[in-house]
C-alpha cells in the first residue's frame, strides 16, 4: 500500500532534504524514523528537493508498506520519534501509482524578508539593512507570468531536461517591516526561486530596471542573474494534488 506523508520541518541544520553521503538530511532522518516505526526498510520520495538550510511549512512524501496503516497512530508514533525540528502533519492512503512528486500540478515557496534586525529571525528570514522599492520589485514580478522559459534562473549543472515552467503568481505582500514573496507554479528548476528573489531585490534596490528585468529573463543566459538570495529566507510552503488520488482523507489544499 502507499501512502502520502505530509511533513513541515527547519532546515536549519540539515543540508537539504536529499539523501547524501556525508551531510545530514532531512530524507535521512526522517527515513530512518520510518524504518524504525514500521520495521523494515523505507526510503521515502519527496514532493521535491529543498536546499541546505531552506524549510518547509508543507512537504510530501510517499512510501510503501505491506500492511494497511493506522493514520492517526503512526503519525502520533512517527512524532515521539522525530527530532524536533521535522513535524509529521498527516498521513494519507493513496492510489497504487500516485507519486509526491510527478503527480503534484502546483508547487508554491515562500520567501521571508525582514527590514528590522532581529536575532529571533536570522535563521527564518533575510535582513535588509535598506529598504526597497517593493511597488517596483512587484512590477517586475508580474513580468514573469509572461514567461515560460526560465534558463536564465537555473543553475548550471543538472539533469533538467528542459526549463519551461508555467508560472501561476508572483507577488511581494509588505507588513510593516516584513517583506514575503509568493510565488507558485506548477514545477521550479533547481536554485530557480532564489535566483528570483536575488535579481528582484536589485529591482528593489534601483540597482536593475523593469525593463532590465525583462531582458534578463528574455536572455536565457544563467550569467545575467543576480546572485542567489540566502536560503534562510526560503520555505516550501504548500504542494498541491488532484483529489483522486486520495484514497481516505482527501487533502483540502
Same mark, same amino acid.
Given at each position: ?11 536549519? =541544520? ?9 551531510? *545530514? ?17 523505507? +526510503? ?7 536546499? +541546505? ?10 512510501? %510503501? ?7 492517526? @497512530? ?9 527530532? &524536533? %525540528?521535522?513535524? &509529521? ?7 497504487? %501509482? ?17 527590514? &528590522?534586525?532581529?536575532?529571533? !529571525? =536570522?535563521?527564518? &528570514?533575510?535582513?535588509?539593512? =535598506? ?9 517586475a514580478a508580474a513580468v514573469l507570468l509572461r514567461y515560460k522559459d526560465f534558463t536564465t534562473f537555473s543553475k548550471v549543472k543538472g539533469d533538467t531536461k528542459h526549463y519551461n515552467c508555467d508560472m501561476y503568481e508572483a507577488v511581494w505582500q509588505q507588513e510593516?517591516? @516584513?517583506?514575503?514573496? +509568493? ?7 533547481? $536554485?530557480?526561486?532564489? *535566483?528570483?528573489?536575488? +535579481?528582484?531585490?536589485?529591482? $528593489?534596490? $534601483? !540597482? ?23 536560503? @534562510? $529566507? ?7 494534488y488532484p483529489e483522486h488520488i486520495f484514497k481516505t482523507s482527501p487533502i483540502t489544499n
Amino acid at each position: 500500500m502507499r501512502y502520502f506523508l505530509e511533513i513541515a520541518y527547519d532546515g536549519t =541544520r540539515f543540508h537539504g532534504w536529499q539523501l547524501q553521503p556525508n551531510a *545530514l538530511s532531512v530524507q535521512e532522518v526522517l527515513d530512518d524514523c520510518l524504518s524504525k516505526i514500521l520495521r523494515q526498510p523505507i +526510503t521515502s520520495t519527496g514532493s521535491g528537493r529543498t536546499d +541546505t538550510g531552506v524549510h518547509a511549512s508543507q512537504q510530501f512524501v510517499h512510501f %510503501d508498506v505491506a500492511q494497511e496503516l493506522d493514520t492517526e @497512530e503512526m503519525v502520533y508514533r512517527f512524532n515521539r520519534l522525530l527530532p &524536533a %525540528d521535522i513535524v &509529521a502533519r498527516n498521513l494519507y492512503l493513496v492510489a497504487d %501509482d500516485a507519486h509526491a512528486r510527478f503527480d503534484a500540478f502546483a508547487r508554491t515557496y515562500h520567501y521571508h524578508v525582514t527590514l &528590522a534586525r532581529d536575532p529571533f !529571525k =536570522r535563521y527564518y &528570514a533575510t535582513y535588509l539593512p =535598506r529598504s526597497v522599492d517593493v511597488a517596483r520589485m512587484n512590477e517586475a514580478a508580474a513580468v514573469l507570468l509572461r514567461y515560460k522559459d526560465f534558463t536564465t534562473f537555473s543553475k548550471v549543472k543538472g539533469d533538467t531536461k528542459h526549463y519551461n515552467c508555467d508560472m501561476y503568481e508572483a507577488v511581494w505582500q509588505q507588513e510593516g517591516t @516584513e517583506l514575503v514573496f +509568493t510565488i507558485r507554479a506548477n514545477r521550479f528548476l533547481r $536554485g530557480m526561486v532564489r *535566483l528570483v528573489v536575488g +535579481t528582484l531585490l536589485d529591482v $528593489g534596490r $534601483g !540597482k536593475i530596471t523593469v525593463a532590465g528585468f525583462e531582458q534578463i529573463i528574455a536572455s536565457q543566459d544563467r550569467s545575467k542573474s543576480s546572485g542567489a538570495a540566502p536560503s @534562510e $529566507g526560503l520555505y516550501l510552503a504548500r504542494v498541491e494534488y488532484p483529489e483522486h488520488i486520495f484514497k481516505t482523507s482527501p487533502i483540502t489544499n
